[in-house]
């Protein structure tokens, strides 16, 4: 049955919940009806879609016009439909409803126009179709909004019966207001046609198709080919629209341009070229507006024809507007409200908080004559508060007498002001903001180019943009501009990419290119595993005078990671690092999960100077807006960002605040730290800083973990500065290593049942235990899972027989074998103590090559693997023996990720673990047990948390491979020994039972809970034994211990649950992708043999029959082997006879017949193999432009080769 879901559907829909409602919430209304005649003057029958009746059924109360999400809720035949029979009715009241967005109107009221009559404009839902109606969420929401609106229509109601005409006053909105919902309205309505038109159009041109990804790719966007993809390309192209007729309507009325006349155009492509004609006098009379006016990727984006007579009707609309008339500032504020937040998330567009901006600007920007360029403007918030800084430092300075003006003119300002961003949606809002600052003075044009800002260069001409077509009397070097060189601020907030997505999302070697602009450039160069935001810094540095300053948000990870120490080196070397600050309590990007921090660079060649720099941590414990209040004024608001930041600057020039500072002395440094109820700052010279770093014996920079001059407590120093001469880094008693990465957990990490179903055989799913160790560990081994051999026979015949002597292994006269025990996650570890009953996998250990696994069953799981492909899988691919893996055993097991609990479990007998744990070996057996408590002790995770980071906004504490060896450790061997012992038996009892979070083990929620009888008592007592008798820490400073602990541990986890979790994403349609690119390939392969035979005359020497599945070409020692689903058919010594069968079994042969004349065979797999490389060549091209993500790219790849050889079965 073909259901139909059209307006009649939705109406009935909508007419059962309010009568419902009415119902149910005994609302003051009869009922609503439909099919409701109502009779014109000049006696013509209407009927409108809804009517609700009031309370006695004499008198209908509103009229609903009720439409499909396409029409507008402002649409003009729509709004004069509803009004003509509301007022032929008498109805007070009418809607009109596109079921997103609901208007509601009174019908009369004298000396009023229509839109100052409207009372209430809602957006209800955002829906394309309306058989979404059907959705249960759905239907809460519009059943929700009903009551509200019904609750409202009756009090408009009321109120228009109990009061007098001159009495009775509707509330109205400004013209801004009315005019942005319109507008708003309209792009709701008018995208849907041209996103599903794009979605059709991609099918069919595939040229479209290649400009529609490279453009998304331009934006730093992952193109996932994805219904939201399409909704958001059409929502950016349909506002580029409006902000064009509007921006030229302000055109028109300041130069006298021509009216935009549409009357006579009516298809979409006819609307555009007309359109553009106007748009490109706009950029005649001055080029540098071609960030607005100019065509790039979004102007080809077609126009429906079936929304060209909407479109229509809005221009005229906005042409009715006099600009000049309704004021400059409320046009500006049109442009402000127009996209508002939440949309420019939808465009893709993140917004940088004021309270951040204006930080950033008040310890950068100091003169009100500075130069400023973000080079990654966005829409220009920066920009915009820049231009209003610099007006109220004019404005103080010239108070002071410190400045010779008492305010700057917006001429001047704009060409102070510089803004770089790549895209073209951006860029285009950028100069909006800019200009709507002062409309009337709209010739004034700020310098904001359309840019990849690592293609401009400081001092040198460059386009502002490119132009897709030529523009008639628009020569190319007026689109030319200087980019400064003598900038004294730089600022910005970079795009948010982690290192591994980059050159996913910038392709063509991007990051490569950047690496050696910075290297030409600055001299230096930097990790490959670096950010994009850390080339915005140093690409930036070139732009910038002497004493110049720059201020970047970025993500917080250069503080403490590996490739943080280039960046670490460079700021040092070239400046003076003024402030880093992060925030305890607030995550300043809600929906992007990173965590960051704010930094301030001043620049510097006196190396006196920056040695002598104090660097102030400034960690918040409030948030930004309650420290920095916004203000009623602009000078309110920045005379608030002043005093914070002069505090910040000067708290240790001052005398007063430094008597109340912290002073700290440790490992020959020097701390001051000042706190009050708002924030901490902690100071050190930048020469601690470069010593700390400094390797003596590599005679080079190694960097070192700043992120915890933010967030380390006092005790922290302290118990550095009491243990540095009983200290020792781990990496002195033990070796680290990864576990295993398999690269195919699915095949390698088996359950008991899943082995025992495919027959494994035993030795390589267990492992030969050595006497020694079995005493050892014999009472921890569950009896089911051990196995004895008699005599060691199967031992002689196993793949461990080449490791081991037999002696070495015997037990009794007796092999003993245990299972592959392996951890794969640290939820497995419940105590201190790995207990093997917890573990649910066995891994796979095969040493043996296939020839010598001949006829087992692990082959047949080998085989199987393969045609699954695993092999090729890049980690399998990378490995001698895809299916063989090192074996990585652990003595104790650190954990990689950590959450809530801090331990590291140790095993009694050498355990495996996964990846994302790491093996620990310690290096003598003298101290192990000792080692072992220092490591489970409460300190011990007070340094972890200063250790990791946590960087992705998530929570998890990240511990990378090599920071374990960093941390100290009390070196047993200075620790008397009756304490060892004393500390060994204390813990003998801890590490049995189960670990349970830092809070339960504290006994704390918060740090104000934290004492000492609260603690778990076994604890305790390691903790005292540690903590005193070995540290020399009293009750107090333990007490500094607990509680720094449960506030690390429970700020990352707060914090990390305030992240705005995205909505889940759609599934990607790979089989759509792999169609798209399908279409688009002009090489060609054809069925193999018979295509390549060249009507082959000859004999044949054989016939060979092929099972359907997965064909498999390999060589070992007995020669060449084509297998298939794991049958063999094929093994010899001529390889292009095997690649012959092997071409014909992936073509989908289901037998071949092979040539006897060797010169045919070698011809046909010559030119199938070169038609099949250049095919290859040509897929790898298209995907790499195409599809940006590398994990939708594999999977997409698979299905591309899957269709091309079925449709030559």
């Known amino acids: 049955m073909d259901l139909q879901y059209g307006e009649r559907w939705a109406q009935g829909l909508i007419l059962q919940w309010i009568n419902q409602i009415i119902r149910e919430h005994r609302l003051p209304f009869m009922r609503a009806d439909q099919e409701v005649q109502v009779r014109t003057i000049v006696g013509r029958v209407k009927y409108p879609d809804i009517v609700i009746w009031n309370g006695t059924e004499e008198k209908v109360v509103c009229l609903i016009e009720l439409k499909t999400p396409m029409i507008s809720a402002y649409d003009e035949e729509l709004v004069e439909d509803a009004l003509k029979k509301s007022t032929d009715a008498g109805i007070p009241f009418f809607v009109t409803w596109n079921i997103n967005k609901l208007v509601l109107w009174e019908t009369f009221r004298p000396g009023t126009t229509l839109l100052e009559r409207r009372l209430l404009h809602e957006d209800v839902l955002e829906i394309k179709d309306l058989r979404e109606l059907g959705k249960s969420e759905v239907e809460r929401i519009v059943k929700s909004f009903l009551l509200r609106f019904l609750r409202a229509l009756h009090a408009y109601y009321e109120e228009k019966l109990t009061k007098p005409p001159e009495v009775y006053v509707l509330p109205k909105l400004p013209p801004d207001e009315i005019l942005v919902h319109y507008l708003k309205t309209a792009v709701d309505s008018l995208y849907i046609p041209v996103s599903n038109n794009l979605i059709k159009k991609k099918e069919k041109d595939t040229e479209f198709y290649g400009k529609l990804v490279e453009w998304f790719v331009g934006q730093g966007w992952l193109f996932e080919d994805s219904e939201?993809?399409?909704?958001?390309?059409?929502?950016?192209?349909?506002?580029l629209m409006i902000n064009k007729i509007l921006f030229y309507n302000i055109l028109k009325e300041k130069f006298g341009l021509k009216e935009i006349d549409v009357k006579n155009v009516f298809n979409g492509e006819e609307l555009k070229t007309r359109l553009q004609e106007y748009f490109n006098f706009g950029m005649i009379i001055n080029p540098r507006y071609g960030i607005i006016f100019a065509t790039d990727f979004l102007e080809r984006i077609p126009i429906p024809d079936e929304i060209v007579e909407g479109l229509k009707r809005l221009i005229t609309e906005l042409n009715k507007y006099d600009l000049s008339e309704i004021g400059y500032d409320i046009v500006g504020r049109i442009f402000e409200k127009l996209i508002p937040k939440t949309e420019r998330r939808k465009l893709g567009q993140y917004f940088t908080s004021t309270d951040i901006v204006d930080l950033i600007l008040g310890f950068t920007v100091k003169h009100p004559d500075d130069k400023v360029l973000d080079p990654a403007c966005g829409s220009g918030t920066f920009l915009v508060r820049a231009y209003h800084r610099k007006k109220f430092l004019a404005q103080e300075l010239f108070k002071d007498g410190k400045y010779s003006k008492p305010s700057k003119t917006h001429e001047e300002l704009v060409k102070e002001i510089w803004g770089i961003d790549v895209a073209k949606f951006?860029?285009?809002?950028?100069?909006?903001?800019?200009?709507?600052?002062n409309i009337e003075a709209i010739e004034n044009i700020p310098n904001i180019a359309c840019k990849d800002f690592f293609e401009v260069l400081p001092g040198k001409k460059s386009l502002l943009y490119e132009l897709a077509f030529p523009v008639p009397k628009l020569k190319q070097e007026e689109l030319e501009t200087e980019f400064p060189k003598d900038c004294n601020v730089v600022v910005t907030n970079p795009p948010y990419t982690r290192q591994e997505e980059m050159e996913d999302i910038f392709l063509g070697g991007y990051k490569d290119r950047l690496r050696e602009l910075v290297k030409s450039i600055c001299g230096i160069e930097i990790s490959k595993r670096s950010s994009i935001y850390a080339y915005f810094y140093l690409h930036g540095t070139n732009f910038l005078v002497k004493n110049g300053r720059m201020g970047l948000i970025t993500s917080n990870s250069w503080l403490d990671v590996d490739f943080g120490k280039h960046l670490q080196e460079f700021f040092l070397r070239n400046f003076k690092v003024i402030a880093i600050i992060e925030s305890k309590v607030e995550r300043w990007f809600e929906d992007a999960d990173i965590n960051t921090a704010i930094t301030i660079l001043e620049r510097c060649d006196d190396g006196k100077a920056r040695d002598s720099n104090l660097v102030k941590f400034v960690y918040l414990k409030k948030r930004l807006r309650e420290i920095i209040p916004i203000g009623e004024t602009e000078e309110e608001r920045w005379n608030n960002v002043e005093r914070f930041v002069s505090f910040i600057e000067n708290c240790d020039k001052d005398e007063e605040i430094r008597i109340q500072m912290k002073k700290i002395d440790f490992l020959e440094k020097k701390l001051w730290i000042y706190e009050n109820e708002d924030f901490r700052i902690t100071m050190i010279s930048q020469a601690d800083l470069w010593a700390e770093g400094w390797n003596e014996e590599e005679n080079k920079y190694e960097g070192s973990k700043w992120g915890r001059y933010l967030r380390a407590p006092d005790i922290f120093f302290k118990i550095l500065e009491k243990g540095k001469d009983l200290f020792v880094p781990l990496k002195k008693v033990a070796t680290i290593r990864r576990g295993f990465t398999t690269g195919a957990n699915e095949f390698f990490y088996l359950t008991q049942e899943r082995i025992n179903e495919l027959g494994i055989e035993r030795e390589f799913w267990t492992h030969p235990v050595k006497y020694g160790e079995w005493l050892k560990i014999k009472d921890l081994v569950p009896k089911e899972d051990v196995w004895i051999d008699k005599n060691g026979k199967y031992f002689k015949k196993s793949q461990y027989a080449i490791e081991y002597k037999l002696d070495d292994v015997l037990v009794d006269g007796n092999v003993i074998w245990i299972p592959n025990y392996v951890v794969k996650s640290p939820r497995e570890c419940k105590s201190i103590i790995v207990n093997p009953k917890d573990l649910k996998y066995r891994v796979l250990l095969i040493h043996k090559d296939k020839q010598e696994l001949r006829g087992t069953n692990v082959l047949k799981y080998i085989e199987w693997g393969e045609e699954q492909g695993f092999h090729e899988r890049p980690t399998c691919k990378s490995r001698e023996k895809w299916y063989e893996l090192p074996?990585?055993?652990?003595?104790?097991?650190?954990?990689?990720?950590?959450?809530?609990?801090?331990?590291?479990?140790?095993?009694?007998?050498?355990?495996?673990?996964?990846?994302?744990?790491?093996?620990?070996?310690?290096?003598?057996?003298?101290?192990?047990?000792?080692?072992?408590?220092?490591?489970?002790?409460?300190?011990?995770?007070?340094?972890?948390?200063?250790?990791?980071?946590?960087?992705?906004?998530?929570?998890?504490?990240?511990?990378?491979?090599?920071?374990?060896?960093?941390?100290?450790?009390?070196?047993?061997?200075?620790?008397?020994?009756?304490?060892?012992?004393?500390?060994?038996?204390?813990?003998?009892?801890?590490?049995?039972?189960?670990?349970?979070?830092?809070?339960?083990?504290?006994?704390?929620?918060?740090?104000?809970?934290?004492?000492?009888?609260?603690?778990?008592?076994?604890?305790?007592?390691?903790?005292?034994?540690?903590?005193?008798?070995?540290?020399?820490l009293n009750e107090k400073e333990q007490i500094e211990v607990y509680r720094a602990v449960i506030d690390l541990v429970k700020t990352r986890i707060k914090r990390a649950k305030t992240v705005v979790r995205r909505k889940k994403k759609k599934n990607i349609d790979v089989k759509s992708l792999a169609n798209s690119v399908i279409s688009?390939?002009?090489?060609?392969?054809?069925?193999?043999?018979?295509?390549?035979?060249?009507?082959?005359?000859?004999?044949?020497?054989?016939?060979?029959?092929?099972?359907?599945?997965?064909?498999?070409?390999?060589?070992?020692?007995?020669?060449?082997y084509v297998r298939v689903r794991g049958e063999e058919v094929y093994r010899g010594w001529d390889q292009e006879e095997a690649k012959f069968i092997y071409f014909a079994a992936l073509t989908g042969c289901s037998s071949v017949r092979i040539p006897l004349d060797k010169q045919t065979i070698t011809l046909a797999v010559k030119t199938f193999e070169e038609e099949y490389k250049k095919l290859k060549e040509e897929v790898d091209g298209l995907l790499l432009t195409l599809i940006a993500d590398a994990k939708i790219r594999k999977d997409v790849e698979e299905k591309i080769w899957k269709k091309i050889f079925q449709t030559l079965r």
Do not use: C
């Open 426 to 437: 951006p860029a285009h809002l950028a100069l909006i903001n800019m200009l709507r600052e």
């Open 1080 to 1120: 688009m390939l002009s090489t060609k392969i054809e069925k193999f043999p018979d295509a390549y035979l060249a009507d082959y005359k000859g004999l044949w020497s054989k016939e060979v029959k092929i099972p359907t599945g997965r064909p498999m070409l390999g060589s070992d020692i007995n020669g060449f």
């Open 228 to 239: 939201d993809d399409y909704d958001r390309v059409a929502r950016q192209a349909i506002y």
């Open 887 to 1032: 074996e990585v055993r652990a003595e104790l097991i650190w954990i990689k990720g950590i959450w809530d609990r801090h331990f590291i479990p140790v095993t009694d007998f050498e355990i495996f673990i996964d990846q994302q744990l790491y093996a620990v070996q310690l290096k003598s057996k003298a101290y192990h047990d000792a080692i072992i408590a220092f490591l489970n002790s409460t300190y011990f995770a007070l340094f972890q948390e200063l250790t990791g980071r946590v960087t992705f906004g998530e929570g998890i504490l990240w511990i990378a491979v090599y920071e374990p060896m960093q941390l100290q450790i009390p070196d047993p061997s200075k620790v008397a020994n009756e304490t060892l012992k004393k500390l060994v038996e204390t813990f003998s009892g801890l590490k049995q039972r189960e670990i349970s979070t830092m809070f339960d083990e504290i006994g704390a929620n918060s740090p104000e809970e934290v004492s000492l009888d609260r603690v778990k008592p076994d604890r305790r007592k390691l903790d005292e034994i540690v903590m005193n008798e070995i540290l020399g």
